[in-house]
């Protein structure tokens, strides 16, 4: 396990990527640290470019481009200024990568399609927009609804 | 996290709850990547260990809650790892939506209980979060339980998230739709 100084960024996780960790391993340790043990230093977890293997693998050229995406995502939807690499015009993919099971489906594809967030699409990468799906989020998302559930009672009792 | 780490941890938890007093076990039940590590595939790993408290129904108002907690962050200090090592956030939301089953004992480490959960429990938390990085874990879960058709995936998360709202809001349908077209 990570010690509790370890910081897990952006280009740690490709890193970890190209050396063999399986990338949803490698990548929910990344989500850990912006979701919760590091989540007040998030544009540090993303600012260092990642580094490309000289001759990436077609695999690890792909998520490298997730990669990217993934940053360009998540800087937008939680407000942290997004560090320039991202644009790259080398992060795109040339053909159409839908990462879901079944993706060979047309019927899948066209889900897929409608559903990738925009940073992702552009990249020509499709794996529909639950990619950064936490228990962190889920948790207090629960929280809340409780007690506005809690809330809305004793407004309706008074 | 790797098999024989998470072992160890849980043998120092063990033992920092009896330092800390507790006098009757304390049961937790193992879901997530910790399931998959110790029921499933034991060369995978797990980013942390996600658990249910059998005993705590009310985390906010538990001293047994406080003494667990304790007791982790003591493991967290021993091992320089970080507090939620062993992480519960997840419980009050499946208290709430689902039926969690009991469990079979696993292993006991001095007053720490382990239990596993049926695997199609960890298969209905999986199709109800629809993540890409349960892509694998799901199909291995559906290999094991011989679920192939969409009916019985839904009769899986019918079992333990009767809720249909509950079912909704996660885009369960959206979710068997890719899984089973």
């Given at each position: 396990m990570k010690t509790i100084g370890h910081l897990q960024t952006m280009a740690f996780t490709y890193q970890e990527i190209c050396q063999g960790e399986r990338p949803w391993v490698a990548l929910g340790n990344f989500m850990n640290d912006w979701f919760d043990y590091a989540k007040d230093r998030r544009?540090?977890?993303?600012?260092?470019?990642?580094?490309?293997?000289?001759?990436?693998?077609?695999?690890?050229?792909?998520?490298?481009?997730?990669?990217?995406?993934s940053?360009?995502?998540?800087?937008?939807?939680?407000?942290?200024?997004?560090?320039?690499?991202?644009?790259?015009?080398?992060?795109?993919?040339s053909e159409p990568w839908f990462d879901a099971p079944m993706a060979h489906k047309p019927e899948v594809q066209a889900y897929l399609m409608e559903q990738t967030p925009e940073p992702f699409a552009r990249r020509n990468i499709y794996c529909g927009n639950r990619m950064f799906n936490n228990k962190y989020e889920l948790a207090e998302q629960h929280r809340l609804r409780k007690l506005a559930q809690t809330t809305g009672q004793l407004h309706s009792r008074t | 996290?790797?098999?024989?780490?998470?072992?160890?941890?849980?043998?120092?938890?063990?033992?920092?709850?009896?330092?800390?007093?507790?006098?009757q076990p304390v049961r937790i039940l193992l879901i997530g990547g910790a399931f998959m590590l110790t029921q499933m595939s034991s060369n995978r790993?797990?980013?942390d260990i996600d658990v249910l408290l059998s005993d705590i129904d009310d985390p906010t108002t538990?001293?047994?809650?406080?003494?667990?907690?304790?007791?982790?962050?003591?493991?967290?200090?021993?091992?320089n790892i970080p507090l939620t090592w062993i992480n519960d956030v997840i419980g009050d939301f499946l208290r709430d939506v689902s039926k969690i089953p009991q469990g079979t004992l696993w292993r006991?480490?001095?007053?720490?209980?382990?239990?596993?959960?049926?695997?199609?429990y960890i298969l209905a938390l999986k199709l109800l979060a629809g993540r890409q990085k349960d892509k694998e874990d799901i199909q291995l879960l559906c290999q094991q339980l011989h679920i192939n058709t969409r009916i019985h995936a839904q009769q899986v998360v019918d079992r333990y998230i009767p809720d249909k709202q509950v079912q909704q809001i996660n885009n369960l349908d959206k979710t068997l739709g890719i899984l089973f077209p």
């Amino acid at each position: 396990m990570k010690t509790i100084g370890h910081l897990q960024t952006m280009a740690f996780t490709y890193q970890e990527i190209c050396q063999g960790e399986r990338p949803w391993v490698a990548l929910g340790n990344f989500m850990n640290d912006w979701f919760d043990y590091a989540k007040d230093r998030r544009a540090e977890l993303v600012k260092t470019p990642i580094a490309l293997p000289e001759k990436p693998t077609e695999e690890q050229f792909r998520w490298a481009v997730f990669c990217a995406a993934s940053v360009e995502y998540l800087c937008t939807r939680y407000a942290v200024p997004c560090p320039a690499w991202v644009y790259n015009p080398l992060y795109m993919l040339s053909e159409p990568w839908f990462d879901a099971p079944m993706a060979h489906k047309p019927e899948v594809q066209a889900y897929l399609m409608e559903q990738t967030p925009e940073p992702f699409a552009r990249r020509n990468i499709y794996c529909g927009n639950r990619m950064f799906n936490n228990k962190y989020e889920l948790a207090e998302q629960h929280r809340l609804r409780k007690l506005a559930q809690t809330t809305g009672q004793l407004h309706s009792r008074t | 996290m790797q098999r024989q780490e998470m072992e160890q941890y849980l043998a120092e938890l063990g033992q920092a709850l009896e330092q800390q007093g507790v006098q009757q076990p304390v049961r937790i039940l193992l879901i997530g990547g910790a399931f998959m590590l110790t029921q499933m595939s034991s060369n995978r790993v797990t980013n942390d260990i996600d658990v249910l408290l059998s005993d705590i129904d009310d985390p906010t108002t538990s001293p047994l809650y406080q003494t667990f907690k304790m007791a982790a962050r003591i493991v967290a200090r021993q091992n320089n790892i970080p507090l939620t090592w062993i992480n519960d956030v997840i419980g009050d939301f499946l208290r709430d939506v689902s039926k969690i089953p009991q469990g079979t004992l696993w292993r006991t480490y001095g007053l720490l209980q382990v239990y596993i959960p049926e695997a199609d429990y960890i298969l209905a938390l999986k199709l109800l979060a629809g993540r890409q990085k349960d892509k694998e874990d799901i199909q291995l879960l559906c290999q094991q339980l011989h679920i192939n058709t969409r009916i019985h995936a839904q009769q899986v998360v019918d079992r333990y998230i009767p809720d249909k709202q509950v079912q909704q809001i996660n885009n369960l349908d959206k979710t068997l739709g890719i899984l089973f077209p």
